[in-house]
């Protein structure tokens, strides 16, 4: 069965220090892996996916995610944080269906802060 | 694109009453999903649409829920006979189905309290 483990609840960065949110998937096969982002009242945003392309996928923002399939870890980087970075973020493994569909599966969630 | 709708956005109801929630889908997708959040934790998937097709539930989804898509385009969630526990956020999301290359979609979700 597919699963991600989010190894930090909490995140606490100063504003233009990296970031760094650590991942871990457990899957039977090569996976799809995709990091979600979830602001106050707003509904779930898509950063980036990987495909099974290459292996350092950039996404929006200036966020970016390696995945090493050695470690299987994808964790999610970025250089410098700004406040409105502050949010939860997941990360997710699909699980395919036998109709092709694709669910998704959520970590628990690690959630930013960043202070000036 | 005017992205995946929801409502209502905010629902507040008695325990025993039952409740309707609504996902209007990206226009062009043909796959609709259905998540709960509880507080503190991801989403957690609970079932699926192939147009107007229900194929997978979750067994997070009793009895007393019930799912449709008629003709393949909006979706409704109903819960009947609600309990304390099924105060969640209701989470819709859609996609398109390009093997390998699915992204979905999701809404702003429905706020349930059950009192």
């Known amino acids: 069965a597919q699963s991600v483990t989010q190894l930090d609840s909490h995140v606490s960065v100063s504003e233009g220090t990296p970031v760094l949110l650590r991942c871990n998937y457990s899957?039977?096969?090569?996976?799809?892996l995709f990091w979600y982002v979830q602001h106050p009242n707003k509904g779930l945003q898509l950063l980036l996916k990987y495909t099974s392309a290459a292996t350092l996928v950039k996404g929006i923002n200036g966020f970016e995610a390696e995945f090493k399939k050695s470690e299987t870890s994808f964790h999610l980087t970025k250089p410098s944080a700004h406040m409105s970075d502050a949010a939860e973020y997941f990360c997710?493994?699909?699980?395919?269906?036998?109709?092709?569909?694709?669910?998704?599966?959520f970590g628990a969630g690690t959630r930013l802060a960043v202070h000036p | 694109d005017t992205g995946v709708s929801q409502d209502p956005r905010h629902k507040i109801t008695k325990r025993g009453q039952n409740v309707t929630f609504r996902c209007d889908p990206i226009s062009e997708h043909n796959r609709l999903y259905w998540y709960r959040q509880t507080l503190g934790q991801g989403p957690e998937f609970l079932t699926y649409f192939q147009n107007e097709a229900q194929l997978e539930k979750s067994r997070l989804l009793s009895d007393r829920f019930s799912a449709e898509r008629p003709k393949g385009s909006f979706s409704t969630l109903e819960i009947q006979r609600t309990e304390q526990g099924d105060s969640a956020m209701y989470l819709c999301?859609?996609?398109?189905?390009?093997?390998?290359?699915?992204?979905?979609?999701f809404g702003p979700g429905t706020r349930l309290l059950v009192l």
């Open positions: 997710v493994v699909s699980d395919p269906g036998a109709g092709g569909y694709n669910k998704l599966i």
């Open positions: 999301a859609s996609s398109f189905a390009v093997p390998y290359q699915e992204t979905q979609y």
């Open positions: 899957s039977s096969y090569s996976p799809s």
